[in-house]
């Protein structure tokens, strides 16, 4: 049967960045600058995007920023008829740059924050100065007309600061807010005992974000899901396997998934040898997981398995070994318990940080 057409591309322009982010979710093996995907072979791909149906093209990293070809990346994604929106840290996004980008005709910007006030962020993020630099950036954004989003990742170490990150959205300019919580696989793994936020702290959470949506309807839209070791449900991870997304890698990987890597054993196509029409249909990479063919009990024949797809192969790779089996964080799954087992864990202060 052939799938349902992806609505967006994930395209990992490189792994290069200025920030260290303890939750990045990068493999724990970087491409080199000298590995990447050059400017025509992004060109083409995203030409086959768009002919496979993809609506909307994430230009995002790593720093997107750090490649100085960008505006040619955001002028072909535009020629093609995709809608670009860049994923950015902001800290390398000066004027000259951003004035490049719209003149390519970037369409959104979605800025990441690490915490609300810069001693807190910059001690997340390891990058001395980045605080006051993506408030310009910000600033940049605005001027330039372009819609913004905020992307605050939430942990343990900033959430007691969500009324501020909201507060901080507002006076950047931010028509919306995602308070994205980390997911827990590569390098946020290693971390996860500095970063699982309580119960209390997400229960404290919950009651900012919906007062502060009664409060700014029209004026700020926040997006908030509740994190996986704190569900009892998984989410649907990308949509479903296979189903409305897919990602390129610096290197031309063509994956389901932008963790996708992190599952041992999976080998992908690349956009060098292979089409993105053909990956999408036929490569076993995108079959594997697609549809509910592949589930085991107690995915197998359950009620909500056409809405979460059994949750994120990703999770249960890096949980399991096997991203074959139920999502732990369902607690039908056998194995649910090692999420409650890791939140009473939880309280370490300290981030390792790459090297
Ligand atoms: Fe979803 Fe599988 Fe859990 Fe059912 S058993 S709720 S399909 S993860
Ligand atoms: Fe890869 Fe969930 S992060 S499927």
Same mark, same amino acid.
């Given at each position: 049967?052939?799938?349902?057409?992806?609505?967006?591309?994930?395209?990992?322009?490189?792994?290069?960045?200025?920030?260290?982010?303890?939750?990045?979710?990068?493999?724990?093996?970087?491409?080199?600058?000298?590995?990447?995907?050059?400017?025509?072979?992004?060109?083409?791909?995203?030409?086959e995007?768009?002919?496979?149906?993809?609506?909307?093209?994430?230009?995002?990293?790593?720093?997107?920023?750090?490649?100085?070809?960008?505006?040619?990346?955001?002028?072909?994604?535009?020629?093609?008829?995709?809608?670009?929106? #860049?994923?950015? *840290?902001?800290? $390398?996004? &000066? +004027? =000259?740059?951003?004035?490049?980008?719209?003149?390519?005709?970037? @369409? %959104? !910007?979605?800025?990441?924050?690490?915490?609300?006030?810069?001693?807190?962020?910059?001690r997340?993020?390891?990058?001395?100065?980045?605080?006051?630099?993506?408030?310009?950036a910000?600033?940049?954004?605005?001027?330039?007309?372009?819609?913004?989003?905020?992307?605050?990742?939430?942990?343990?170490?900033?959430?007691?600061?969500?009324?501020?990150?909201?507060e901080?959205?507002?006076?950047?300019?931010?028509?919306?807010?995602?308070?994205?919580?980390?997911?827990?696989?590569?390098?946020?793994?290693?971390?996860?005992?500095a970063?699982?936020?309580?119960?209390?702290? #997400?229960?404290? *959470?919950?009651? $900012?974000? &919906? +007062? =502060?949506?009664?409060?700014?309807?029209?004026?700020?839209?926040? @997006? %908030? !899901?509740?994190?996986?070791?704190?569900?009892?449900?998984?989410?649907?991870?990308?949509?479903?396997?296979?189903?409305?997304?897919?990602?390129?890698?610096?290197?031309?990987?063509?994956?389901?998934?932008?963790?996708?890597?992190?599952?041992?054993g999976?080998?992908?196509?690349?956009?060098?040898?292979?089409?993105?029409?053909?990956?999408?249909?036929?490569?076993?990479?995108?079959?594997r997981?697609?549809?509910?063919?592949?589930?085991?009990?107690?995915?197998?024949?359950?009620?909500?398995?056409?809405?979460?797809?059994?949750?994120?192969?990703?999770?249960?790779?890096?949980?399991?070994?096997?991203?074959?089996?139920?999502?732990?964080?369902?607690?039908l799954?056998?194995?649910?318990?090692?999420?409650?087992?890791?939140l009473?864990?939880?309280?370490?202060?300290?981030?390792?940080?790459?090297?």
């Open positions: 049967m052939t799938p349902d057409a992806p609505l967006a591309l994930l395209a990992e322009l490189t792994h290069r960045c200025p920030l260290r982010c303890p939750y990045c979710s990068n493999p724990l093996e970087l491409a080199k600058a000298s590995e990447e995907l050059g400017t025509d072979e992004w060109a083409r791909a995203l030409r995007a768009a002919e496979l149906g993809c609506l909307q093209v994430h230009l995002s990293g790593g720093e997107p920023t750090a490649r100085r070809d960008l505006p040619d990346i955001v002028a072909a994604a535009r020629a093609a008829g995709l809608y670009t929106n #860049l994923i950015t *840290a902001g800290v $390398t996004l &000066d +004027a =000259a740059k951003l004035e490049g980008l719209v003149a390519a005709g970037l @369409d %959104h !910007v979605q800025l990441s924050v690490q915490d609300a006030q810069a001693e807190g962020a910059e997340i993020g390891g990058l001395r100065g980045a605080h006051a630099r993506k408030r310009e910000a600033r940049l954004v605005m001027a330039a007309g372009l819609p913004l989003t905020v992307n605050a990742v939430v942990h343990r170490q900033n959430l007691h600061n969500l009324p501020a990150l909201i901080l959205a507002l006076e950047w300019g931010a028509g919306r807010l995602e308070v994205a919580h980390v997911q827990y696989h590569g390098w946020a793994l290693a971390n996860r005992a970063l699982l936020p309580t119960r209390a702290m #997400l229960e404290e *959470a919950t009651r $900012t974000v &919906d +007062a =502060a949506r009664g409060r700014l309807n029209g004026r700020l839209v926040i @997006d %908030h !899901v509740v994190p996986d070791y704190h569900a009892v449900r998984p989410k649907a991870c990308m949509g479903g396997w296979g189903r409305r997304f897919l990602a390129i890698s610096p290197r031309g990987d063509i994956l389901p998934c932008h963790a996708a890597e992190s599952i041992p999976m080998v992908f196509p690349n956009v060098r040898d292979k089409s993105l029409r053909d990956a999408w249909t036929h490569a076993e990479a995108f079959n997981f697609r549809g509910t063919a592949w589930m085991p009990a107690p995915c197998r024949g359950c009620a909500h398995a056409e809405r979460d797809w059994g949750g994120c192969r990703c999770q249960a790779a890096a949980l399991l070994g096997d991203a074959a089996q139920t999502d732990p964080a369902c607690a799954s056998p194995h649910h318990a090692m999420l409650r087992e890791a009473d864990a939880a309280g370490e202060t300290a981030f390792a940080y790459r090297g």
